[in-house]
Structure formats: structure tokens, C-alpha cells
């Protein structure tokens, strides 16, 4: 099975200032025939299910704020919040649909400083 | 709108047995694959399984293999859970899904509280 470990587990921001998250998967979840990674971010606030930001890698959802990107590609991936706003803090999770099982990243903890 | 509402949800004791729901509306279920994720207690997401939108094809995580049993009922856009020899460390929320293109999941219910205790 494919294992996702984020990184930090944790982390304070300044409103205003950056946020980046880390993804790094246990093999590569790039798919050579269409060269396309299969990782999704999601975002989950307290008391509330997880909220689908980012796909592809780096895909944004329909609605999903701009300030919320995504990148990278094989093992290594990064999710930034440009400019950190109150209403983000939340947890937020990888996940890779490589194959017929997927798996989740521990998840990272994104708090206001 | 889309959207897809678990229900099922109750305490039952180790060993015992549970069928979760989830109903669907709003978009083309027999269309579409959908995923059962479960959270158990302050914990993190952890994928339980897939069906295709015909129902030949379903997928499990290793420790619910032979435990749980997934279905779908494209006439009434219905997906099931059916969850038997349940031990403790299957307690959890346990949401449905959506599950778009090759596998990201776009539309999540509220999910439903499952609790195996004596």
C-alpha cells in the first residue's frame, strides 16, 4: 500500500502570511501515460466533513479560493495558502487515488498564530 | 445541488452487526463510483471502500476485507455498508462520498456515528 506522510503535523500563521504543507508519498503516484500525479488535497473544519480543494496535484476545485494552490510531482508534494485568512483554519489532508485503494495523509493542523 | 445524506449509524456491541445508508440526490447516481471514509474519534480520514457505478467492482481496506460489504441499489440511488464482526477499533464516522475521475472525492455527507462497545 502506498503511505502519505505530511509534514509538519502542525503549524501557526500569521494572518496575512503563508502556509505550506507538505505531501510525500512511498512510491510515486505519477502516471506516466498522461503524466498526471493522483493526489487531492482536502480541507476539514471542525464538526464538519472534509471539503475537496485541490486535484490532480494541482487542479483547483470550482469555488476554492485562489490563495490555495498545489504542486509537485512523483513522491513530493506541497500545498500553499498564500495568505492565510481566519476562515482556514482547519486541518488539512492529502490523499492518493493511484490505484484501486487509496490512503490519506496523518493530516496537518493549521492554527492562527 | 448535490447531495448525500449516511444514516445507519448506532452503538452495537463487538462482534455485532450494522448496515449503514446513504442516500443520494442531485446528480446521476448510476453514474457515478462512490466511497465509504471512516474517522474514528479526533483521528484522521481513513478510506473504507469503492464501488463502480455498476456495482462490479468494489474495493476494501485490508482490515475490513470479509467484514464489510459494500452494495448499491441504482433504483433507489442508494448505497449500503454492510458491516458485520465488528470489533472497537471500527468506531468511527463514517462518511459516503462522490468519487470523481480517478478518485477524488467531491461531495461528502455529514456522515453517520458508528460505536462498537460493551
Known amino acids: 500500500d502506498i503511505v502519505m506522510t505530511q509534514s509538519p503535523d502542525s503549524l501557526a500563521v500569521s494572518l496575512g502570511e503563508r502556509a505550506t504543507i507538505n505531501c510525500k508519498s512511498s512510491?510515486?503516484?505519477?502516471?506516466?501515460?498522461?503524466?498526471?500525479?493522483?493526489l487531492a488535497w482536502y480541507q476539514q473544519k471542525p464538526r464538519q466533513p472534509p471539503k475537496l480543494l485541490i486535484y490532480?496535484?494541482?487542479t483547483r476545485e470550482s469555488g476554492v479560493p485562489d490563495r490555495f494552490s498545489g504542486s509537485g510531482s512523483g513522491t513530493d508534494f506541497t500545498l500553499t495558502i498564500s495568505s492565510v485568512q481566519a476562515e482556514d483554519v482547519a486541518v488539512y489532508y492529502c490523499?492518493?487515488?493511484?490505484?484501486?485503494?487509496?490512503?490519506f495523509g496523518q493530516g496537518t493542523k493549521l492554527e492562527i498564530k | 445541488e448535490v447531495q448525500v445524506v449516511e444514516s445507519g449509524g448506532d452503538l452495537v456491541q463487538p462482534g455485532g452487526s450494522l448496515r449503514l445508508s446513504c442516500a443520494a440526490s442531485?446528480?446521476?447516481?448510476?453514474?457515478?463510483?462512490m466511497t465509504w471514509v471512516r474517522q474514528a474519534p479526533g483521528k484522521g480520514l481513513e478510506w473504507v471502500a469503492n464501488?463502480?457505478?455498476?456495482?462490479?467492482?468494489?474495493y476494501y481496506l485490508d482490515s475490513v476485507k470479509g467484514r464489510f460489504t459494500v452494495s448499491r441499489d441504482n433504483a433507489k440511488n442508494s448505497l449500503h455498508l454492510q458491516m458485520n464482526s465488528l470489533r472497537a477499533e471500527d468506531t468511527a464516522v463514517y462518511y459516503c462520498?462522490?468519487?470523481?475521475?480517478?478518485?477524488?472525492?467531491?461531495?461528502w455527507g455529514q456522515g453517520t456515528l458508528v460505536t462498537v462497545s460493551s
Open positions: 462520498s462522490t468519487f470523481r475521475g480517478n478518485g477524488w472525492l467531491d461531495s
Open positions: 442531485g446528480f446521476t447516481f448510476s453514474s457515478t463510483w
Open positions: 464501488i463502480k457505478q455498476d456495482g462490479s467492482e468494489k
Open positions: 512510491q510515486s503516484i505519477l502516471y506516466s501515460s498522461n503524466n498526471n500525479n493522483y
Open positions: 490532480w496535484a494541482s
Open positions: 490523499q492518493q487515488y493511484y490505484g484501486t485503494s487509496f490512503t
